[in-house]
Structure formats: C-alpha cells, structure tokens
C-alpha cells in the first residue's frame, strides 16, 4: 500500500499503542531508501497517520467529557477528586507542552491526547501541536532505517529501551503513590481509632463521677 499503508499503520498505533512505532517507522524508512515510496511521501503520510489517531482520542476524551471523568474518578479507590482537580489545573497551565513533547515520548504518545480531548483543548491549537511533535518523532524514526539501509532493526533496539524506561518510572511512580496513600489511610484510622478509644474513656469517667455525686 506505500505511503497511505504506512499511515494508516502509524494510525492504528495511536489507537493501539502495542503496535510499535519502532518497527513501522524505521521499516518505512528502509521501504522509502529501496525505492518503495519517496522519502517526502514517507514522513507525510506516517504523519498524517499519526494526527488522525490523536484526532480520534481526543474525541474519545471530549465525548466522555469532565462530568463523567470526575464522577468515574470518584469511584475509584485511594485516589481523591483533589488529585484529579490538580492534574487539570496542571493540564490548564502546561498542556501545550505536554501535548508536544509527549508525542515524542514512547507510551504517552497515544494517551496525552485522551486528557486534551476532556479540558477541550482548542482543537487547532492540538491538532498543529501534534503535527509538529509527530514530524520530528516521526523523521527521526523514518531517517534513522533509510539511512541505515539492511540494518533498519537496529531502531527497534533502542527505542524499545526507551520505551521500557518510561515504563519501568511510571509503575515506580505509581508504586511509590499508592504506598503514600494506603501509609496515609493506615494513619487516618490509627488516630480514628485513638480519637474514639479517647472519648470512650471521657464518657466513662463523667458517668463514674455522675454516679458519685449525691
């Protein structure tokens, strides 16, 4: 299919981040240096491919919208509707950024377009930042297996590093904060239960001293 195969695989990622940008990227790279397909139709296509994607979460985001995203939050254990509220004044400040640079960053490619579609990211301001952020993960990827010709692989090895970095520092992230909030509720029910061994002893002291009065 060439060009238009090539995106629409690059499509399919975004909705699908198991299928790996490392290896379709590079290998339409090596398919553009044997002649397959034009190096310009090859970053064009892989980039168009990647736009549409993102354009399909954030719709997914923006027809699930804040109202059902706070309600389904509420629902979810050791987490408080505070750390959601502050995660979109964080998205407020710095999401043009975050929506930038994350469609460089391996995992985060397809999901920072779910939160843009929920806080209804001006649409053109996303879509030209993802275009732009795509270009560049995409030119790396494509240049790097037509410059390296039979080897093109070799991206894979490395990417796929990178991608297991990420990995690996989100479950520690994640890790590290549900040891702070069950360490948390464990203390909150510690000081409950002294609260309430406290007041059981006060009561009982007034009833002694009610009895002792004449």
Do not use: C
């Amino acid at each position: 299919m060439g060009g238009p195969g090539a995106g629409l695989a690059i499509a399919l990622e975004n909705l699908f981040p198991p299928l790996p940008s490392e290896v379709i990227l590079p290998l339409t790279g090596f398919a553009a240096g044997q002649g397959v397909l034009s190096l310009a139709s090859a970053l064009f296509w892989t980039t168009l491919g990647s736009v549409v994607g993102a354009v399909a979460l954030y719709w997914i985001g923006a027809l699930f919208g804040r109202q059902r995203m706070h309600a389904l939050w509420a629902r979810l254990p050791l987490v408080k509707v505070s750390d959601l509220e502050r995660t979109e004044r964080w998205f407020a400040r710095h999401g043009t950024k975050a929506v930038f640079l994350g469609r460089m960053v391996p995992i985060f490619r397809s999901l920072v377009s779910v939160p843009a579609g929920v806080e209804r990211m001006p649409l053109h301001v996303f879509v030209t930042l993802t275009t732009l952020g795509s270009l560049i993960w995409n030119s790396v990827l494509v240049m790097a297996g037509y410059w390296l010709g039979d080897r093109w692989d070799l991206v894979e090895g490395y990417v796929g590093v990178l991608s297991k970095a990420v990995l690996v520092l989100v479950l520690v992230a994640l890790a590290a904060f549900l040891a702070v909030r069950l360490r948390g509720r464990g203390r909150g029910a510690g000081q409950g239960r002294g609260r309430g061994r406290g007041r059981t002893a006060e009561h009982s002291r007034g009833r002694a001293q009610h009895r002792r009065t004449p």
